[in-house]
């Protein structure tokens, strides 16, 4: 690391203490620039990377709510406005106990830059709460929507900020915050990505992460003149991105072997064929099960609950030709890279976001793999939420085929755009460098285009 990364990053732990995962996300991409910085020390010297670094504005907040006992909760709720250089922030809402300043803001940062590879106009924020869903009534969940979104909606608006889903926020949680914030500002406008179809929403909205991963997976393979089908493929998570990725998988002629949850995960040798996979999304969407349930429906299939102490996580250790980590941050760390690579996998493409710690990395990058990091490989759902947006404006639902057909082509340009600053900068093949890179020009110019602000 050249003197002056290291003194940046020294500066960024230094001010944001017990934020390990930005400091992660910050790390991987000024290792990236080192490469920008001997070639344009123009972007050193206007301090772009500082600035882009910083938020433009946190928003924190209290939450109160009553449970269905009539006890009253509190909870936190977040919205980080990290950088508007190309278009209004843009960017999930999470609820998961584990959501905190650091994670919300690791995510916002990485956004900015997965936003800038879309092609689309729109600037990164993230947000959320860690307000957990799971075992809450549809009423609770309900009323914490509504508090949360009586505070956000002075802050958002369709064209300053529009958040969508993540973690914890599906169908179900978009509606109740749209319907409060449409109450409260009293317009009827495109505020929330990942609105029901009767309500403004964009067909393949739900399916774009998944199908996103998949086809930049495709693109990666094509690159070796091979293809998707036939192969058999490790999934992680058995949310919205993990349920499209299996069934476009499925559509692709390749198998996926494995779906988890928190609590642990299953293996069907035989693979998660479209009649398994609407079995799940019935279990996880409509009965909100666990992952379980599905080894004892399923003859021939094994549970395996996670232990958290254990160093490795056993669902990574199956043979296995392409992996699609899909459930959260940091699920393979280096010890579960080595066994994905042992045990065959040429092909990760990452479908949540930072799913690999730094170290795992590493081992894939040793390994010369078609390795996509998440905000390259999981540009689609955005992607696809950026249509939605402009099919709000223009008062108008385009088809089907025709959101998929922009969603294939909108992925092929994200890889082309990664595949070319990785070897215009030295590193050819390598994603990661490609993705940090061509997302950070177009922010940055357009940052200095705009004067100090
Ligand atoms: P969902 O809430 O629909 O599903 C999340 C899945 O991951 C569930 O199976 C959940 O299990 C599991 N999971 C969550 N937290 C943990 C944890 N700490 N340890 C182990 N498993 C966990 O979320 P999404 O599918 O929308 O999101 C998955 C990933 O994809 C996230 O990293 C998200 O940021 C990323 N992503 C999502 C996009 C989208 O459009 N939805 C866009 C781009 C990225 P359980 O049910 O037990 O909680």
């Known amino acids: 690391m050249s003197e002056y990364s290291e003194q940046l990053m020294a500066d960024v732990v230094a001010k944001n203490p017990s934020e390990p995962e930005f400091h992660q996300a910050v790390q991987e991409v000024v290792d990236s620039l080192e490469l920008v910085f001997e070639q344009h020390p123009e972007y050193k010297s206007a301090r772009v990377l500082e600035r882009a670094i910083e938020p433009e504005r946190v928003i924190m907040f209290r939450v109160p709510w009553m449970d269905d006992r009539g006890a009253v909760q509190v909870n936190r709720g977040f919205r980080i406005e990290m950088n508007s250089a190309i278009g209004p922030y843009k960017g999930g809402l999470r609820f998961h106990p584990s959501v905190n300043l650091g994670i919300l803001k ?5 956004q900015v830059f997965k936003n800038a590879l879309t092609t689309l106009p729109m600037g990164g924020g993230k947000g959320g709460s860690d307000f957990n869903p799971k075992g809450r009534s549809d009423a609770e969940v309900m009323r914490f929507c509504q508090s949360f979104m009586t505070e956000l909606q002075r802050h958002i608006g369709p064209n300053t900020d529009i958040p969508a889903g993540d973690i914890g926020v599906g169908g179900r949680e978009i509606g109740y915050m749209f319907g409060q914030y449409k109450r409260l500002a009293n317009e ?13 929403g964009s067909l393949i909205r739900p399916e774009a992460t998944g199908y996103g991963a998949v086809y930049f997976a495709q693109e990666m393979v094509k690159t070796r003149g091979q293809e998707l089908a036939g192969r058999t493929c490790l999934v992680s998570g058995s949310g919205n991105v993990a349920q499209y990725t299996v069934q476009k998988l499925n559509e692709l002629g390749a198998t996926a072997v494995t779906m988890s949850d928190s609590s642990g995960y299953i293996h069907d040798p035989e693979g998660i064929t479209p009649e398994k996979l609407e079995w799940i999304m019935e279990l996880k969407n409509v009965r909100r099960g666990r992952i379980s349930e599905y080894a004892e429906w399923m003859r021939g299939s094994v549970y395996t609950p996670f232990d958290a102490s254990a160093s490795q996580n056993p669902l990574w250790a199956h043979e296995a030709d392409c992996a699609f980590p899909s459930a959260t941050q940091n699920e393979i760390n280096a010890e579960d890279a080595k066994n994905m690579i042992k045990g065959g996998v040429t092909v990760v493409s990452e479908g949540a976001n930072m799913p690999t710690t730094a170290d795992g990395v590493g081992v894939f990058m040793q390994a010369k793999i078609l390795y996509a990091p998440g905000k390259a490989a999981n540009a689609g759902g955005v992607a696809v939420s950026g249509l939605e947006m402009a099919q709000n404006s223009m008062r108008y639902s385009w088809t089907r085929e025709e959101v998929d ?9 994200v890889h082309s755009s990664c595949v070319e600053a990785a070897e215009r900068f030295g590193t050819p093949g390598n994603y990661v460098n490609g993705a940090n890179i ?16």
């Open 188 to 200: 009827f406008s495109g505020v929330l990505t990942g609105k029901g179809r009767n309500w403004g």
């Open 106 to 110: 690791f995510l916002a940062f990485e």
């Open 405 to 413: 057909n922009r969603l294939q082509m909108i992925m092929a340009d």
């Open 438 to 453: 061509a997302g950070f020009l177009k922010v940055a110019d357009s940052m200095i285009d705009q004067g100090l602000v």
